[in-house]
DNA sequence: TTGAAAGCGCTAACAT
DNA sequence: ATGTTAGCGCTTTCAA
């Protein structure tokens, strides 16, 4: 391995004027110096060490990103546009933990990522509790949450940055109703998050904003889920009887998220009725795999890769400004229209049971 | 901070004795010295430095995993289940890094890694060529290639885990064929690597194991595919047409994976016809969204968690026993089956025009 | 403009 | 059984 030393020998200069060209220092020398350090340098392929360096400096150019699980793609998503980014600017990696949402894993591996020279961590938890989060904002760790809204007049220590979520909420009713839905459901699992409620929440004022023809119910899975794909989308697959088995069937529904949805449409289907002509759905996500699903899924798309960006600036600029204010960011969401939305049906199809066989 | 010095003098003992205890080597000292350590440990809340361990010892606990992208979800779960398994069982982290499959990225990433002090990497690149490997190897680098084959009396320098590809292409094949199926087809990408090549060849194989009632063709799509989930699923999407007006229309289609088998499904039903009514699907991957999309797909699931244990105990191997021989280790697929896949239609529905709007 | 040297926190060889 | 100490490769103060 080649060291610093081996550059300032072979360059005959002192390891400083070595170190004050890799940090840039290079007002500092004369130009033919540099011009022989950087010779070197390249001549011995030298690398400096990143745990000497961070031995002296107490730094490690490594964000921390922890997310319920990268198996669910909207949080790969997350990964690979804060990785692109922290690289391309910062010259940082991005570790990537799966906490599965459990609190007692999470501030282990807040303690973990302390332990490796982690300054900024980025936490997609949705959990509305954050008092585990404290202790290593104490320890001086930067953590910004995602998705995770401020409660109105709190005080923050740490940045928020998250998408509108009432406003996701509310264009989604807002595109049924232009449709001509006049019966709207939204569904979501069981186990509020703040994220959730607010969708919930933006739904319901579109709704109220109609006026009297239009109404709503707010529809909690039977089951709760934790986290990931495959649970999303039993979920939602499991919801589609209870929905259409309401006294006063809704002709078109939102749901919390794209695999929810996707879920619920296979349900959907299962049970004999058909997407969009029968129940119209609008997802919330914007998943990449939404558009090529059957029918392919009008959405509210969350702008994840700005998002990402503005992440990976703040977590620096923590890194390089202790002490510097918290924030709440807000994105606008957008709703992108595909097919899984119509006008709502002359008649309402009774379902087949689901143990009589599809044809 | 709290070093190792701070705990030597609140336990009274020297800073090697604290080592020893840190790295188990508990036999060298008097038990009370043992718990006095283990007292001041837990009093002082003392975690020993990575950085300074590394600078001594040259290693860091992180393992390396290059992917196309983690926003695909069958890498996203790969990366789950390394992380969950290096955590659990070695104290190892994992950095994951996107690759896009751009062999300059990849090699670039691997000097990083290096830098970090990484000593393993899994790398999933599914390129054949693996030249800008060898670099990284000769720099002392642990690498396991992930699903890509070893060509038959090749000597490899580096460890290889992979499913047997050809086996999960045969499985296919054997599915639709004990369904009924006489024209097989099987899609994929334009652009072959090793293990696509092998899923045709098992395919191929099993169809003509068949006998000559069974005929199957290879369809590339027309345009190639980089990596990523909404590529694949686009280009499945486009096929069908080239599918369905094929002279010699296959009932039966298997694909090189489940998002190009999802694509492809949306392709179908956008031409106005059914699956599995008028063609059958198979995938490969069994992705676990595929069992909540319409209709549930019937894939050819690969042991992707043992596959990741085994992967990780391989590079644990690897570091602690440098020099250790380079071995294949192939794993079986499996058959998952859903309800994608029927009998064959008496007849051949003719396809609807893309521009004759659908009921 | 350049160089010498201390020391970041730890491990491990060596001494006691 | 325990302690002393020399570095690992780098940054940074201070001196020249």
Redesign the pocket.
């Given at each position: 391995?080649?060291?610093?030393?081996?550059?300032?020998r072979l360059a005959?200069?002192?390891?400083?004027?070595?170190?004050?060209v890799?940090?840039g220092r290079v007002?500092?020398?004369?130009k033919?110096?540099?011009i022989r350090v950087e010779e070197a340098i390249s001549k011995l392929n030298?690398?400096?060490?990143h745990?000497?360096?961070q031995?002296?400096?107490?730094r490690i150019p490594i964000l921390g990103l922890l997310v319920p699980t990268a198996a669910n793609p909207s949080f790969g998503q997350l990964a690979v546009a804060m990785e692109n980014f922290a690289q391309e600017r910062y010259g940082y990696r991005v570790l990537l933990c799966n906490t599965y949402r459990d609190k007692q894993l999470e501030s282990r591996m807040l303690d973990d990522l302390i332990d490796f020279g982690v300054r900024a961590v980025v936490v997609v938890s949705s959990l509305s509790d954050e008092r585990h989060i404290e202790a290593a904002i104490d320890r001086g760790l930067a953590v910004i949450s995602f998705d995770l809204p401020v409660e109105p007049d709190a005080l923050i220590r740490n940045d928020h940055v998250l998408a509108d979520n009432r406003l996701a909420g509310r264009l989604a009713a807002q595109h049924l109703i232009e449709h001509g839905h006049k019966r709207l459901a939204f569904l979501t699992p069981r186990g509020q998050t703040m994220s959730r409620r607010h969708k919930v929440e933006g739904f319901l004022a579109a709704v109220n904003d109609a006026g009297a023809g239009v109404s709503a119910q707010v529809i909690e899975s039977k089951t709760a889920s934790k986290f990931g794909d495959s649970e999303l989308g039993a979920l939602g697959f499991e919801s589609a009887e209870q929905i259409l088995l309401m006294k006063n069937r809704p002709t078109g529904v939102a749901t919390v998220n794209d695999m929810t949805a996707i879920g619920l449409m296979a349900g959907i289907r299962h049970l004999g009725l058909s997407v969009p002509d029968d129940v119209s759905i609008v997802g919330i996500d914007d998943l990449s795999i939404s558009a090529y699903i059957w029918p392919p899924l009008t959405s509210v798309s969350m702008p994840v890769t700005e998002m990402a960006q503005k992440m990976v600036d703040r977590a620096i600029q923590h890194i390089n400004t202790p002490g510097l204010a918290a924030k709440e960011i807000i994105f606008a969401p957008q709703l992108v229209n595909r097919q899984s939305v119509a006008i709502p049906p002359a008649t309402s199809k009774p379902i087949q049971g689901t143990d009589i066989p599809r044809s």
């Open positions: 391995m080649t060291t610093i030393q081996d550059v300032a005959n200069v002192s390891v400083s004027s070595v170190s004050n890799l940090n007002d500092r020398m004369r033919d110096t540099f030298y690398r400096p060490s745990a000497a360096r031995l002296k400096t107490g």
